[in-house]
């Protein structure tokens, strides 16, 4: 079963994109920031990220930096997720090698899905 | 000037002194640094004419005077004494008072006194009656009319008495009629004439100068303060700009998070192979509470717009400030762990009320309170509302948490500038309005609003309202929030 990493702040975001991955057939672990995602992902070693931009402790960019220097996560896919159009994060996050990079607001769950699925597989 | 004053944007400092003022203080200058310069030359010309009167002394006047023997003669000793006290009070007078009329009246008569001694040591040679009109010609380089008066009533009366009774010192001869006098008298009044003329002329052309350079220094002050005020636009203008920018970005984002969340929920609840989940239910619930948080977003958004452009409607009324207060933490005690936060809340006097708009003062209460409740893991927040003199209350809400970081403190009442770029480490919770608003409920109430903070030791906030108000006052733009870091 493939291993799905979610980070985000927002409960009420987190929640449905999780279930609906749980449904598809996944294994969907979270966190709520960059610092809780560094040790999950050590832990669960998963297949792919969804990695929130704007987050306490530690923000996505941070964080992304942190799994590219480590050597057992440093081929995990990652999709930055965020609710601001800041085309600085785009770049920044395009230096490190992301997967993709999606607004909050104008991805629907159905696209969601089949992006994690390109990305992760079945 | 008025044309001048009436193409000025409005801002633009106008240049204080009246422009025929300033063209006067710029003339008197030149002014007097003409006379000053002509005063110096004239002092250096009587040394060197006081030089030479003893040297003609010495050289011309015993063949003049006394034939083919040269001896040293009572003439050396008058070059001496008369030369040298026509010399010394010029020389004096520059020396104490350059610049003075006075002192431009003593020089004209000192050389005019000197050509006269000039002509007696030379037998009156009429050659050196030319000193007379080169020393004149000199005299208008004060571009003084005046000096002319002095200069010519001493070689009127010079020629007029030595003509009489001393004929031979002055023309050289042993009789000589009085007309010869006056024809001299005469002919140094015809060159005084254009003299003076000239000098007015001279007068009227520095007048000119005057005015058009200080035309120009006005025109150039005018033009710095244009670009200083062109500067200053330009600067506000983009920190609206700015601002503005911050305050969408921060409105996006507290609408974009919910509506997102809101999105991702309907969708999974529609989905005909998720709807029997256990989740689906759960997400109905809290699609509501997304609204909800959205509508508070929106009004929150709204109340501070309203108040920053003076349009928010106010209740006034008398507020009793215990109950404010107490409604107010009975709201955060829902909030806080009483096993680790003790809240506390006194009002002093008891009865102390004030006048304003009660729901908005409990409202900026509340804000205030969230915060400390935000920011405190243990401790202590303290609610304390007492008289500040006879017209005004203040409200104080200190806590024992975290502090305040500098990064946040430097653009407290700013909406949306809580967050605006910081992430990570530097992320605070909240929405950044809540002070935001705080500011705008003070500035309605005539008040002030100050942060004391100390990193690791908590935050002291004090509000200033006047409770003597029987109006709102109108919004103050200016009011910011005074933030002050404490060890």
Not at chain 2, 10 to 27: C, K, M, N, V
Not at chain 2, 341 to 364: N, Q
């Amino acid at each position: 079963m493939k291993r799905i990493l979610i980070v985000d702040d927002t409960l009420s975001f987190r929640a449905p994109v999780a279930s609906a991955l749980r449904m598809e057939g996944y294994q969907v672990s979270c966190a709520s920031n960059g610092v809780e995602a560094l040790e999950m992902a050590a832990r669960t070693k998963p297949d792919l990220v969804l990695l929130d931009v704007a987050m306490p402790q530690m923000d996505g960019v941070s964080c992304l930096e942190k799994l590219r220097e480590n050597s057992q996560l440093k081929d995990v896919p990652v999709i930055m997720l965020t609710a601001m159009a800041d085309s600085d994060i785009v770049m920044k996050a395009a230096t490190k090698g992301v997967a993709g990079y999606l607004l909050k607001s104008q991805f629907s769950l159905t696209g969601l899905i089949e992006l994690v699925r390109k990305h992760a597989g079945r | 000037m008025a044309e001048a004053c009436s193409r000025i944007e409005p801002g633009i400092r106008i240049p204080h002194q009246p422009l025929s003022e300033r063209a006067d203080e710029i003339f008197r200058a030149h002014e007097y640094r003409i006379h000053c310069q002509t005063d110096q030359l004239f002092m250096y010309l009587l040394i060197v004419e006081y030089a030479a009167a003893i040297v003609i002394a010495c050289t011309i006047s015993p063949y003049a005077w006394a034939g083919l023997v040269p001896t040293v003669h009572p003439h050396v000793y008058a070059a001496l004494l008369v030369g040298g006290l026509v010399t010394c009070l010029p020389v004096y007078v520059v020396r104490c008072w350059p610049g003075a009329f006075s002192t431009r009246c003593i020089i004209a008569i000192g050389q005019m006194l000197m050509s006269a001694l000039l002509i007696h040591l030379s037998a009156g040679r009429l050659e050196t009656h030319f000193h007379i009109f080169g020393s004149l010609a000199f005299l208008s380089f004060y571009r003084d009319w005046r000096v002319f008066i002095p200069a010519t009533i001493v070689v009127a009366v010079d020629h007029a008495v030595r003509g009489v009774y001393f004929p031979y010192s002055v023309y050289g001869v042993l009789t000589a009629s009085p007309w010869r006098s006056l024809e001299h008298s005469a002919w140094v009044i015809f060159e005084n004439l254009f003299l003076m003329r000239s000098c007015l002329l001279s007068v009227a052309e520095m007048r000119e100068i005057a005015e058009h350079r200080a035309r120009l220094e006005q025109s150039n002050e005018l033009a710095v303060e244009q670009v200083k005020y062109e500067r200053a636009q330009k600067k506000e203008l983009s920190g609206a700009v700015d601002a503005l920018g911050q305050v969408l970005r921060g409105i996006g984002h507290q609408l974009r998070t919910p509506l997102a969340s809101i999105r991702l929920m309907s969708e999974f609840i529609q989905r005909p192979e998720y709807r029997d989940s256990s989740d689906a239910d759960e997400f109905v619930k809290t699609i509501h509470d997304e609204v909800v948080r959205l509508s508070d977003n929106v009004n929150d958004v709204l109340d501070v717009a309203q108040m920053n452009s003076g349009l928010s409607r106010w209740h006034w009324s008398e507020i009793e400030l215990s109950s404010v207060c107490s409604e107010a933490l009975s709201e955060a005690n829902q909030r806080v762990d009483h096993e680790k936060i003790r809240l506390e809340c006194a009002v002093e006097p008891p009865d102390l009320t004030m006048k304003g708009d009660k729901a908005a003062v409990k409202r900026m209460l509340a804000n205030l309170l969230s915060n400390a409740c935000k920011h405190t893991r243990e401790g202590t927040i303290a609610l304390r509302a007492i008289a500040a003199g006879a017209d005004a209350v203040q409200i104080e809400v200190n806590d024992t948490g975290e502090g305040m970081p500098v990064h946040v403190g430097q653009h407290l009442g700013q909406p949306f500038a809580l967050n605006a770029g910081n992430v990570g480490s530097m992320h605070i919770p909240g929405k950044g309005l809540g002070l935001a608003i705080c500011k705008g409920i003070v500035s309605a109430h005539g008040g002030a609003i100050a942060v004391e903070t100390a990193q690791g030791k908590g935050t002291s906030i004090k509000v200033t309202l006047r409770r003597d108000l029987e109006n709102p006052q109108p919004v103050d733009k200016m009011l910011g929030v005074e933030y002050r870091e404490i060890s």
